[in-house]
């Protein structure tokens, strides 16, 4: 088999070469054909699995050298698809970012290494630019913009962002796709499918299918920006009481499917810390902030924001209020819950927060994950089986349960893929989503914080009081449900006051004191 992949490989190499002086001799940019596309991930895909298929040919499967093997054989496979993603850009960045977001779900090795396409993604042209705001908006940049900065603000996967001021002096952010996106999508993603599949033949343990369907699903969305703009209004109305939040308003007279002109915001990264020390910006109270926002539209609403990246999530000192504010940016990908898994959802968070196993495992299953409810409990908090057992919020994260988390993603590896085959599709982009609120908690050194547990338990009441309400017509037990639920919450507030009470005290019996710089 290995030899029949090594002659794959060198055909794949061949044919790409030669077309490439073929094209390169006709003045064409290579990256825009599907077959130098196809050729250069079938022969990334070919390398990389004859590198698994014959690696380990002379190491003992479980031996402290096979591990260190395995570590470097990961290593340099996610550095080729790394170069992979850089070069067909698009699509292919766009997956590798995803992949990227999956701390706790694939090895370090992948994740660390693929980290870095959120900052390097592809920068189109001025002279595209200016291309494709033509083509769409039948005006020059003159007619419709005061001034247009030339150097973007940000370049990411499908677009990238300029700062402009309009005639009536308001500035914007004009977010332009990129113009070969959209024609090279949807070929992409079946490049991806055949060559996902391939792998899987010969490697059984390898099943991400799942990541090319929700690719297939939605990539569509995402490049549509006229479906992001009503993303951001709906939103932005759902959570209009949370005066921390800022979503920059729609100019929906400059935009278009490919075009999406709005406010803009300015701030610093939620994950930079010497911005929000500079600006006096209370790490904590950003940190509960974010939580409140997340756990109202999981477990509440069911619409949910997807991609929860720094990048697109801002925090500032707001100059109007000089109150703490939350930017929420790219409103491209959000998933909508069924009512039917956001209950269950709902009541797992419970049972986990308590650690009421039986619970864990009756919602678990539910879900979709069968007999690997313990695997599952496990990847969804990121939290060890111990303390999962006995209840997160009563067992602090350490640093050495983080690193068997992680160590764990890679020897349970062929698990996880199947775990991941078997629950709801809409599930996928709720790991992803925690994955990254994780990553921003564990920068802020806020992770597993009481304050968060209290958020998400407050919000999962109030979700399943609505639950409850909906499914009664009787006045009298509406009414107890309506008590029930202000008991509940009356509870919980009254412990969130113990808990305060109990910090102030411990502050005040064991002072901080400042040292003089």
């Known amino acids: 088999m290995a030899g029949r992949l090594l002659k794959l490989s060198s055909l794949a190499t061949a044919l790409f070469a030669s077309s490439g002086f073929y094209l390169n001799s006709r003045q064409l940019d290579l990256n825009d054909l599907s077959v130098i596309r196809f050729g250069r991930a079938a022969a990334t895909t070919a390398v990389i699995s004859y590198d698994y298929l014959t690696a380990f040919k002379h190491v003992e499967y479980g031996t402290e050298e096979y591990w260190a093997l395995k570590s470097k054989v990961h290593r340099r496979s996610a550095e080729r698809l790394l170069d992979l993603c850089c070069a067909n850009r698009g699509t292919f960045i766009k997956v590798g970012q995803h992949l990227g977001a999956l701390d706790y779900l694939l090895p370090e090795e992948y994740t660390s ?42 370049a990411a996967s499908l677009a990238q962002v300029h700062k402009a001021v309009l005639h009536d002096g308001r500035t914007v952010a004009v977010k332009v796709q990129h113009p070969k996106v959209q024609t090279q999508s949807s070929k992409d993603i079946v490049v991806m499918e055949l060559l996902v599949r391939v792998v899987h033949w010969l490697f059984t343990d390898f099943a991400f299918l799942w990541l090319v369907e929700e690719a297939k699903k939605n990539m569509p969305l995402e490049l549509d920006f006229l479906n992001e703009g009503r993303n951001a209004e709906k939103v932005a109305n759902m959570l209009s009481h949370h005066t ?70 801002l925090v500032r000192m707001c100059p109007q209020s000089k109150k703490t504010e939350i930017i929420l940016l790219d409103h491209g990908l959000y998933q909508s819950l069924e009512e039917d898994f956001r209950v269950n959802y709902c009541r797992l968070w419970q049972a986990l927060i308590k650690g009421n196993m039986s619970k864990v495992e009756q919602y678990s299953r539910r879900l979709g994950a069968g007999d690997l409810y313990p695997l599952f409990a496990c990847v969804l908090t990121a939290r060890s089986w111990t303390a999962v057992s006995s209840g997160i919020s009563s067992v602090p994260v350490t640093n050495s349960e983080d690193v068997e988390i992680r160590t764990n993603a890679a020897l349970y590896l ?38 968060s547990f209290i958020n998400m338990s407050r919000c999962c009441i109030q979700a399943m009081a609505r639950h409850k309400r909906s499914k009664v017509q009787s006045r009298r037990r509406r009414l107890q449900i309506n008590l029930a639920e202000s008991l509940c919450l009356w509870q919980l507030t009254l412990y969130e006051l113990y808990l305060w009470v109990k910090a102030s005290m411990l502050v005040h019996c064991f002072p901080v004191h400042c040292i003089p710089l």
Request: one cysteine or more; charged letters at 25%; proline letters at 5%.
């Open 113 to 154: 290494t693929l980290k870095v396409l959120h900052s390097r993604a592809p920068q189109s042209s001025m002279e595209e630019i200016q291309k494709v705001i033509r083509e769409d908006l039948g005006k020059e940049l003159s007619e419709l913009f005061v001034s247009f900065e030339e150097k973007p603000q940000g």
């Open 244 to 313: 921390f939040l800022k979503i920059p308003m729609i100019h929906w007279d400059l935009s278009t499917k490919r075009i999406l002109t709005m406010e803009f915001a300015e701030g610093g990264q939620v994950n930079d810390t010497d911005y929000m020390k500079k600006h006096g910006i209370n790490v904590n109270k950003i940190s509960e902030n974010l939580g409140k926002l997340y756990s109202e539209m999981i477990f509440v609403h069911g619409f949910v924001h997807c991609d929860p990246h720094p990048g697109n999530v």
């Open 414 to 451: 062929p698990q996880i893929s199947e775990l991941l085959n078997r629950v709801p599709r809409q599930m996928l982009l709720l790991l992803k989503t925690n994955d990254l609120l994780r990553g921003i908690e564990t920068t802020l050194q806020t992770r597993a914080s009481s304050s």
